[in-house]
């Protein structure tokens, strides 16, 4: 038995019970168009310069479905559908980040859904590579929670994601998704996103001095209709209303953002656990004291497979900060295992490593070998 969670995961969860019409390589690297709009010098400087950004599809769509995994309600094969459906919409127009020519023949509010959500798996990527957040929360179960508030009560105005920094400082992030024209991402992006992201204010934790409301919206081509130009992300930072630093050592966003991977996972008790502070002694040994596998060359908590194959988990420290603590903060325990982690090296093209400690191995068997 290669860790201590896998028999847990083999009675919680299911297989994929088909095979995807599409799941795009590990190699499969997208290009386009980046627009930046920001007036925050610091963190413009972590963006690539030369107008253009990159990243594999496969870890698109696994930040989509991440993304749409609610931390507060049980497992929803929804959260998997644009693994299982999203990346054959992308077929055939590599190198670029294109949809499909077949696109043009979807009912629109089903290409409406399907740029929206990929929309947001381009922000989330965004935000944990290029403008230093480790933690991705919903902005409403923040507000539901204590952890945000309304600027202007009368309104429920309000952004996708309450999203914290490497340094413990909070940004307010806001995505949009849309097949229109340029003239509709960025009057989405000036208009829609700039009145939700600043009616929201946190109470507990600092605000970023530096771009701490983001607006990032992605217009994404559809191959075959002329004159359609590129696939574009715009990236803007409007101001706000300052946070008021009520508490700041609150660690609900932490709890929040993390039981969003293990939703996504399919696990729904340790998720549910995590936030209610209930403590996970009653259905597995004491953590600290297991001895986890090292799968290249990082200790690996392992949570299962993703639909395309993946094993997904933890690095270990971060699994054990996680999951050894019942009222007590997780915040400190986290902090220490994410340092520690920036200074090991990557596992290259086997895998990848999310800002969060969350662990993407692309070859299961190494994980697997000793079931």
């Known amino acids: 038995m290669f860790h201590w969670l896998w028999p847990y995961w083999r009675v919680s969860h299911r297989l994929s019970p088909f095979p995807l019409p599409f799941a795009p390589s590990p190699t499969d690297v997208r290009e386009w168009y980046l627009e930046i709009d920001l007036l925050a010098t610091t963190v413009n400087n972590r963006l690539p310069q030369d107008g253009r950004l990159s990243a594999g599809l496969h870890r698109i769509l696994i930040e989509t479905g991440i993304a749409m995994s609610a931390a507060t309600s049980s497992w929803d094969p929804r959260s998997w559908f644009a693994l299982y459906r999203y990346g054959a919409d992308f077929a055939e127009t590599a190198p670029k980040l ?22 947001a798996g381009i922000t989330c990527y965004i935000l944990r590579e290029h403008l230093g957040i480790d933690h991705i929360a919903d902005a409403y179960a923040c507000i539901q929670r204590g952890e945000l508030e309304y600027v202007d009560t009368g309104s429920r105005a309000r952004p996708d ?31 829609e996103g700039w009145t939700q992201v600043q009616n929201v204010r946190p109470v507990n934790r600092p605000l970023r001095s530096d771009c701490g409301r983001v607006v990032i919206g992605t217009r994404i081509r559809v191959e075959g209709i002329p004159r359609d ?16 630093e009520a508490n700041p050592e609150s660690d609900e966003p932490l709890r929040l953002a993390y039981a969003k991977v293990l939703r996504f996972a399919g696990h729904d008790v340790l998720a549910e656990r995590l936030l209610s502070r209930r403590g996970f002694g009653d259905l597995m040994p004491p953590i600290a004291e297991v001895k986890l596998p090292q799968v290249l060359g990082l200790p690996f908590l ?24 019942k009222d007590g903060s997780i915040r400190s325990l986290v902090d220490r295992s994410l340092t520690e982690l920036r200074s090991q090296p990557r596992i290259g093209t086997q895998g990848y490593v999310l800002p969060n400690g969350v662990m993407i191995v692309h070859e299961p068997e190494t994980v697997l070998g000793e079931l």
């Not at 949809?99 to 043009?104: D, N, P, T, V, W």
């Not at 994601?161 to 989405?188: H, L, P, W």
Request: one cysteine or more; hydrophobic letters at 30%; charged letters at 25%.
């Open 98 to 119: 294109s949809f499909h020519a077949g696109m043009q023949d979807r009912d629109p509010r089903v290409t409406a859904i399907s740029s929206e959500e990929i929309g």
């Open 161 to 191: 994601y309450f999203c914290e920094d490497a340094n413990g400082q909070i940004v307010i992030a806001e995505s949009k998704g849309t097949t229109g024209t340029y003239r509709k991402i960025r009057n989405k992006v000036d208009n």
């Open 229 to 244: 130009g590129e696939t574009t992300t715009i990236i803007k930072d409007p101001d706000g209303e300052p946070s008021r």
């Open 302 to 325: 392992g949570l299962g497979l993703t639909p395309f194959g993946d094993a997904i988990g933890f690095y270990g420290p971060t699994g054990k900060a996680i999951l050894g603590s």
